[in-house]
T-cell receptor, first 115, second 112 residues
Framework: GENVEQHPSTLSVQEGDSAVIKCTYSDSASNYFPWYKQELGKRPQLIIDIRSNVGEKKDQRIAVTLNKTAKHFSLHITETQPEDSAVYFCAASTSGGTSYGKLTFGQGTILTVHP | KAGVTQTPRYLIKTRGQQVTLSCSPISGHRSVSWYQQTPGQGLQFLFEYFSETQRNKGNFPGRFSGRQFSNSRSEMNVSTLELGDSALYLC???????????FGPGTRLTVL
C-alpha cells in the first residue's frame, strides 16, 4: 500500500521567515495530495491541496509543489506568523478503485513560529 | 453550511467494554471516512462508507466496525476494548466523487 514520509518532524522559524515541509510517497498511482493544519485540541483543517495534473498551486502565503517523477511534494509557507504554529500533515490518495475515501498521512511536522 | 459533527466528544471506558461513536457529515456529503489518531501511529485510516456501503477498509482488527445510515450519518463501533484503543477518533466527510475531506472535531476515547 501507499507510504508517505514527511520531514522534518519539527521545524522552528522566526516570524517573517519561510517554512518548507517535504513529503515523499511510494504509490505512483496517487493523484491527490492535501495538506492539513492541526492546532492543539482542534480538528485537522485543509489548508491547500493539489492534484497530479498540476505542478504548483498557491493560495496567499501558502504554496504546494508536486514532482510526480520524484514522487515528492512540498508545502511552502512564506512570511510566517505566530498563528501558523501548529502540526502540519501531508497526505496522499488515489481516486477510485479500492482506494475510495482513504488518505494516507505523513507523520506530521510540528511548526513553531517565534515572535 | 454546518461542518462535520461528532458525538460524544469524550468517552472513558474500561477494558472489555464496547463503544459506539457517531458522525454527522456536511449536508450533501455522502462519503464518511474514519481515522484513528495516536501520538505513536499518527493518523490511520479505518474505513470509508458511501451510500450505506463500506467501500474501503484499513488494516484494523474486526473489533472495529462501522455503518452508515440513509441520511449519511455514520457510526463506528469498537468491541472488547483494549488499552491500545485509546485515541482520538476522527471522521471526515466528502461528496464521495472527489477526494476533498473535511474533518470533524473528533471523539477522544480513553480506555482504562
Amino acid at each position: 500500500g501507499e507510504n508517505v514520509e514527511q520531514h522534518p518532524s519539527t521545524l522552528s522559524v522566526q516570524e517573517g521567515d519561510s517554512a518548507v515541509i517535504k513529503c515523499t510517497y511510494s504509490d505512483s498511482a496517487s493523484n491527490y495530495f492535501p495538506w492539513y493544519k492541526q492546532e492543539l485540541g482542534k480538528r485537522p483543517q485543509l489548508i491547500i491541496d493539489i492534484r497530479s495534473n498540476v505542478g504548483e498551486k498557491k493560495d496567499q502565503r501558502i504554496a504546494v509543489t508536486l514532482n510526480k517523477t520524484a514522487k515528492h511534494f512540498s508545502l511552502h509557507i512564506t512570511e510566517t506568523q505566530p498563528e501558523d504554529s501548529a502540526v502540519y500533515f501531508c497526505a496522499a490518495s488515489t481516486s477510485g478503485g479500492t482506494s475510495y475515501g482513504k488518505l494516507t498521512f505523513g507523520q506530521g511536522t510540528i511548526l513553531t513560529v517565534h515572535p | 453550511k454546518a461542518g462535520v459533527t461528532q458525538t460524544p466528544r469524550y468517552l472513558i471506558k474500561t477494558r472489555g467494554q464496547q463503544v459506539t461513536l457517531s458522525c454527522s457529515p456536511i449536508s450533501g456529503h455522502r462519503s464518511v471516512s474514519w481515522y484513528q489518531q495516536t501520538p505513536g501511529q499518527g493518523l490511520q485510516f479505518l474505513f470509508e462508507y458511501f451510500s450505506e456501503t463500506q467501500r474501503n477498509k484499513g488494516n484494523f482488527p474486526g473489533r472495529f466496525s462501522g455503518r452508515q445510515f440513509s441520511n449519511s450519518r455514520s457510526e463506528m463501533n469498537v468491541s472488547t476494548l483494549e488499552l491500545g484503543d485509546s485515541a482520538l477518533y476522527l471522521c471526515a466527510s466528502s461528496r464521495g466523487f472527489e477526494d476533498t475531506q473535511y474533518f470533524g472535531p473528533g471523539t477522544r476515547l480513553t480506555v482504562l
